[in-house]
Structures are given as C-alpha cells and as structure tokens.
C-alpha cells in the first residue's frame, strides 16, 4: 500500500480493513483505466476513415479489417454518424467517411460521447448501487477529479495526433485487404 498516495491510502485502510470486504489493495494498485469495447471500436473506425481518405467504405468493410464483429462495428458507426463525426450514404455505392478532417475531430469529445453513463466503479453509473458505503464513500469526487482529467488531456488531442505514421497504417489496412 505504500505506492497509494497517504489520504488513499489512508482512507482505504479505514474504510475496507474495517468492514467485511474482501479487497485486494494488490488489485487496486495493478488496475488501470480502460475505455470500453464500444469506444475502442469508435476509435479505430475513424482511425480507418482517417487512412483511406474520401473513399467511401462499408462497416462490414471495416469490421473484416479489424477482425471484430460487424453488428459491433455497425452500432458503433451509427453513433459516430448521429453525432456528427462520420457521413454515412445508403444503398448501392455507399459507405462511410469522415464528415470532418481529423484535425477537427477531438479526441477527448469522442470519448466523453462513448463513454457518458460507464462510471469508473458501479456507484459513479447510472441506477441503483450494492455498495454499502456509497453514500458516505469519499472516492466518488477522487475519481471524478481522475476522470475529468484524463478527458481533458484528451480534448487537446485530435484524430490527426493519432496518425503520426499514417503510411505505416495504411500498409497494415492494405495487408489486411
């Protein structure tokens, strides 16, 4: 516990050593923040729209790339349309494309999108809670605070920030054709 910073590392010997709960500080030491699924998959389809430019490009194209399920890749696309990120064209000869340049595409507003109702523990997402603690829990402003932070260094980030070597990209993309 001593790589916990002292008021965490004290509150967590107050609060979990004293109650019944089985928690390993080992655990909590060796997590790190993760995005979901749904936001990785966000992520690389405007990575991949990015890459092949104006050419129009189906989900199922996208999906057989990536090696990932259509369904996932296609729910995934449909946000990022609705949300002003992507073009999307119906029927024969359509497809997807950016409906920004990636300079103009912040990452950080990506994310917040993807991501608002997934808390970083139960007590901070929507509907009802099984924790014990959570109405006199202290966590929940540490990690909004944690969280807030992470968005923001990622709001001074754009899509075009991730394709520093965008040749190398395209060559995986075509390897993959």
């Known amino acids: 516990m001593d790589r916990l910073p ?25 997590r ?6 749904f936001s990785d998959y966000t992520l690389r389809i405007l990575l ?3 890459v092949v430019g104006d050419r129009q490009v189906t989900s199922r194209e996208i999906a057989e790339r990536y090696n990932l399920s259509f369904d996932h890749i296609a729910k995934a ?4 349309t609705r949300e002003g990120y992507v073009q999307a064209a119906r029927g024969r ?5 950016l409906a920004k340049s990636p300079d103009e595409i912040s990452i950080g507003a990506v994310l917040r999108g993807t991501e608002a109702g997934s808390g970083l523990v139960e007590c901070m997402r929507p509907g009802p809670t099984k924790c014990i603690i959570a ?3 202290g966590l929940v402003p540490i990690l909004n605070e944690a969280k807030e932070a992470f968005y923001q260094s990622l709001d001074a ?4 920030d991730a394709l520093p070597d965008y040749q190398a990209l395209s060559d995986v993309y075509l390897a993959r054709a």
């Open 32 to 37: 790190q923040m993760q995005i979901t699924a």
């Open 157 to 160: 980030r754009t899509l075009a």
């Open 6 to 30: 002292y008021c965490l590392n004290k509150y967590i010997k107050c609060v979990f050593m004293r109650s019944s709960l089985a928690l390993s500080i080992e655990t909590l030491q060796n």
């Open 48 to 50: 991949y729209l990015a």
């Open 135 to 137: 109405g006199v829990c």
């Open 93 to 97: 000869g359509g497809g997807l494309r």
């Open 77 to 80: 696309a449909q946000f990022l």
